[in-house]
């Protein structure tokens, strides 16, 4: 049974850090693409960063590159986000999925795979 659970999440100062693990089960997370997303009150989900299993490229949208990283540990079939110079608008609750359309300059939608349930990320003085 394909099963994500993010953790990390909570509440930051703006110019703060956190980070996000996304640890999976039932299957091997290097076998496949997988890819952060986020979801802010009142707006749609967007896709934040992935790991291409094609091309093994790590990708961002343009509002967060510079300041988070996506790396995944293939030991422990757990991928990470590290968020550092957090923004208001950074706030909202953070999913990984698996197999997105991962590649240079897109969407990182569709997503083909399964979801996470979330975790909520708040960016507050």
């Known amino acids: 049974q394909v099963q994500l659970v993010e953790s990390g999440g909570g509440l930051a100062q703006p110019g703060g850090s956190l980070r996000l693990s996304c640890a999976a089960s039932?299957?091997?997370?290097?076998?496949?693409?997988i890819g952060w997303f986020r979801q802010a009150p009142g707006k749609e989900r967007e896709g934040v960063s992935c790991i291409s299993s094609s091309d093994l490229g790590t990708y961002y949208t343009n509002s967060v590159k510079g300041r988070f990283t996506m790396s995944r540990d293939n030991a422990e079939n757990t991928v990470y986000l590290q968020m550092d110079s957090l923004t208001p608008e950074d706030t909202g609750v953070y999913y990984c999925a698996t197999d997105p359309l991962c590649e240079r300059g897109g969407t990182m939608f569709p997503v083909f795979g399964s979801w996470g349930r979330g975790t909520q990320v708040s960016v507050s003085a």
């Open positions: 039932g299957f091997s997370l290097e076998l496949l693409s």
